[in-house]
């Protein structure tokens, strides 16, 4: 079974610009988090989607959203790019919700902003 | 609100022996999930080891295994006969329990080296 894919892997921008970014879950899998991992912050929770609806979302600009797909593929937007939005982004995918439920977590996207 | 401290920013671990990464947390919740996750560098990030709180049992994952202090709110991994293999930037995150969400947060993490 393929694992969770993100695209694109590397992506240079510069301030002002928009970026849209991808994650492809597991195959079956429903649910898709978005994560932040930056040196300074750490991981950081951005949104979770479960059958296209936002279920939850972390403490970030309006700046950043989200959406899924009803084939469960979830994009990542962010406007108006930052220099501080330099980051690593994770996407997780897993089957639903539940006490045995595991996450699993893509390679990333490596955002560089100019 | 829920949050996670890990301590020991890096550590540093002889091949075969074993090392214990610290974890703490805060949470008024008396059920949740408890997980170490590994980032090897330049790699995913995979579960290591996943504790639910109402299980007084420690969890155990072959040389990986817990010891979950509910009322110290501690959370500490210990890694037997380390493998070089095992140098990676482990976090320790917690989640609610219940289906309503599968938010992780997660503590700024323990680079570990294990030295040959």
């Known amino acids: 079974k393929a694992g969770v894919t993100q695209t694109p892997r590397y992506l240079i921008k510069t301030r002002g610009q928009q970026v849209t970014l991808s994650c492809s879950p597991i195959s079956g899998h429903r649910s898709v988090s978005w994560y932040q991992q930056t040196p300074g912050q750490g991981l950081q929770f951005l949104f979770e989607?479960?059958?296209?609806?936002?279920?939850n979302k972390g403490n970030f600009p309006g700046r950043f959203s989200g959406r899924q797909f009803s084939n469960s593929r979830s994009e990542m937007n962010v406007s108006t790019l930052e220099l501080g939005d330099s980051a690593l982004y994770l996407c997780?995918?897993?089957f639903g919700s539940g006490r045995t439920n595991e996450q699993f977590f893509g390679p990333g996207t490596r955002l560089t902003v100019l | 609100a829920q949050t996670v401290t890990q301590s020991q920013p890096e550590m540093s671990v002889q091949e075969a022996e074993t090392v214990t990464l610290s974890c703490t947390y805060d949470?008024?919740?008396?059920?949740?999930?408890l997980f170490w996750y590994k980032q090897p560098p330049s790699r995913q990030m995979i579960l290591v080891i996943r504790q639910e709180a109402y299980k007084q049992q420690n969890a155990t994952e072959n040389r990986f295994s817990v010891n979950f202090q509910k009322a110290a709110k501690s959370f500490s991994l210990k890694i037997s006969d380390s493998q070089l293999g095992d140098t990676a930037m482990y976090f320790c995150?917690?989640?609610?329990?219940?289906?309503?969400?599968?938010?992780?947060?997660f503590g700024t993490g323990t680079l570990l080296a294990v030295q040959p």
């Open positions: 989607y479960f059958s296209e609806t936002q279920r």
């Open positions: 997780a995918s897993s």
């Open positions: 949470t008024s919740e008396n059920n949740y999930y």
């Open positions: 995150a917690f989640r609610a329990y219940g289906g309503a969400t599968n938010k992780l947060i």
